[in-house]
């Protein structure tokens, strides 16, 4: 498990700093386990970039976890609409794909994704009682018969946003006056 924890880390340090540098209008990468208050699990894995003068790019997959470590249920981001940031929260939305079982058969339902996440808790800290990373997706098929929200703490793994670069406004010139 710890060999696991340390190459998620790795996998986001290497995330982190390749955002870092491309000039980008916002970011969002995130990778590990949530639990709502349910004690529903959600894996989570998504890396969503905005540049410049471009569409927002990206990934995002959830699984639903249950209690023997088998994915329920799968919903995964087809295309990215939009994205945003805003502090150290981000927001995107798009076009999913929500798969499930039911009867024994497979069953794939195609709507919109909406997701939200927070990035609560300062990288590297392993305080307890630190605040923890909050994750929120929200999915309706096109048809609206299916459609479902989860919230849920982050309790093994990390978010990370990164909010648009800004530029300076070029330093005023003196005379010496």
Request: no cysteine; hydrophobic share 35%; net charge positive.
């Given at each position: 498990m710890k ?5 998620t ?6 995330a ?10 916002g ?16 894996r ?9 003068q ?16 088998q994915?329920?249920?799968?919903l995964?981001?087809v295309?990215?609409?939009e ?10 939305n ?10 024994g ?18 990288r ?8 923890r990373d ?21 309790v093994?793994?990390d ?5 648009p ?13």
């Amino acid at each position: 498990m710890k060999l696991q924890h340390d190459a998620t880390l790795a996998v986001l340090t290497l995330a982190t700093v390749a955002m870092a540098e491309a000039p980008s209008a916002g970011a969002a990468v995130g990778r590990g386990m949530a639990r709502n208050q349910e004690e529903r699990r959600v894996r989570f894995d998504f890396e969503v970039v905005k540049r410049p003068q471009a569409e927002p790019r990206g990934r995002t997959l959830f699984e639903a976890v249950n209690a023997q470590g088998q994915v329920t249920d799968s919903l995964r981001l087809v295309r990215v609409r939009e994205f945003g940031t805003d502090g150290n929260m981000a927001r995107w939305n798009g076009r999913a794909v929500f798969r499930t079982r039911v009867e024994g058969q497979e069953r794939a339902v195609e709507g919109t994704l909406r997701v939200q996440v927070n990035d609560r808790k300062p990288r590297g800290n392993t305080d307890p009682n630190a605040p923890r990373d909050v994750l929120r997706f929200e999915f309706r098929s096109d048809n609206g018969q299916v459609q479902f929200t989860y919230e849920g703490l982050v309790v093994d793994g990390d978010i990370g946003v990164r909010a648009p670069e800004r530029t300076e406004p070029p330093a005023r010139a003196t005379d010496g006056r």
